[in-house]
């Protein structure tokens, strides 16, 4: 690739969260394997963030690519609406096994943010069949759910943006979002916020939405069980149903298949992305129960109005169908808390460091949040040029490598991110 590759990207495309005046510069990756991206410069560069979250056996996996060669001899596409094809079929059976028995009835889509609008919509839907004009969702703050409009309504108001699209996103409630962290004890009064507004406003909610355990880019938090137990409780006591966003968390990242797994709690509909086919190709699921299902099909209109192009993507479902056998054979459980245990030795140390405020663990998780706002520009080239790939966002710096990454490369890791941390011109 020429410099002027680079230099049209620069002038023309826009990328995630970034201006088309003066971006911080992307860098070229040409390929990639196991948990290394290989720059166009011949460096290879070591992935901290499984390209958000999604690569967790690592790159250019082999039952994964013969997974997708196998279906695209098939076939690569076939429209979902009156046709269904054996991919998707095993794939739904396997989300239906892995999935508590509640959760019996899949809608596949091509994204997360999709997933989550579809979970809403069933919502909206579920209750019109019982007669009534819900469209309140009750979330807590510090939550991201997606980047579409009804997404961006459940997360949190300041960190999307939400007076930058002011009277165009519904008005939801937000809760305060709890105190009590997954390793400190539990503080009841974390519960007084949703108690006051689920108790005010329980006949019109439609529905709540939470990342269970763990909230993902919101603020990387991870709170109590107990208050994920005590927010069922109250949903259950509402007849509230409840909608769990496993989009970051979903196979395995948080040490347990599901995050919902650490408190015991089951969801009324379940959203799964990222992870779900290794971070091949893009595919979302929303997993309603049963009862919802019904409800929403027994209706006047009889049916769930939602149907993208690619839905059910044959290689989309294949890859995932590989990456879930792969995690139902291999040693995920083992490779995660290997992770974490590190982390907790390479990490835990350097809270006593004068720029990070806390450090927080779980499972292949790892998250120092600094006491200033990293610069972008200096800290996404310092890690380049040490030879990992990390993209800190704020105060936060995190790490979510691939399960598969060895000691060695975790090291390196953690070693580069203390080498920024001593660098005060990497920090505003
Ligand atoms: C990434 C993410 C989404 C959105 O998924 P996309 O595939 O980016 O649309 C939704 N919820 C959570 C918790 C996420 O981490």
Known sequence: MSQSDTFFDYKHIWHPYASMINPVPCYTVISAKGVYLKLKNGKNIIDGMSSWWSVIHGYNHPILNKALKKQIRKMSHVMFGGITHPSAIALCRKLISLTPEKLDCVFLSDSGSVAVEVAMKMLIQYWQSLGQKRKLFLTIRNGYHGDTFAAMSVSDPENSFHKIYNNLLPTNLFADAPISSFYKDWDANDLISFQKIIEENSSKIAGVILEP????????????????????????????????????????????????????????????????????????????????????????????????????????????????????????????????????????????????????????????????LVNMFSIQKFFVENGVWIRPFKKLIYIVPPYTISSHALKKLTNVITMALNNTKLFM
């Not at 948080?254 to 086919?277: Q, W």
């Not at 083992?334 to 450090?359: A, C, G, M, R, W």
């Open 213 to 372: 355990i763990v909230q993902g880019v919101g603020g990387m938090n991870f709170y109590h069980p107990t208050y994920l137990k005590k927010i069922k409780i109250l949903c259950d006591h509402y007849s509230i149903p409840i909608i769990f966003d496993e989009i970051a968390t979903g196979f395995g990242r948080t040490g347990k298949i599901f995050a919902f797994e650490h408190a015991n709690v089951i969801p009324d509909i379940l959203c799964l992305g990222k992870s779900m086919t290794g971070g091949t190709i893009t595919l979302a699921a929303t997993l309603a129960s049963r009862h919802i299902a019904d409800t929403i099909s027994n209706s006047k209109t009889g049916c769930f109005m939602h149907g993208p192009t690619y839905m059910g993507n044959p290689l989309a479902c294949a890859v995932a169908n590989a990456n879930i056998k792969i995690l139902k054979t291999n040693q995920w459980k083992t490779q995660v808390s290997n992770i974490e245990k590190q982390l907790f030795k390479n990490l835990l140390p350097l809270i006593d460091h004068p720029y990070v405020i806390d450090i927080r663990i779980l499972g292949a998780i790892g998250v120092i949040e600094c006491s200033r």
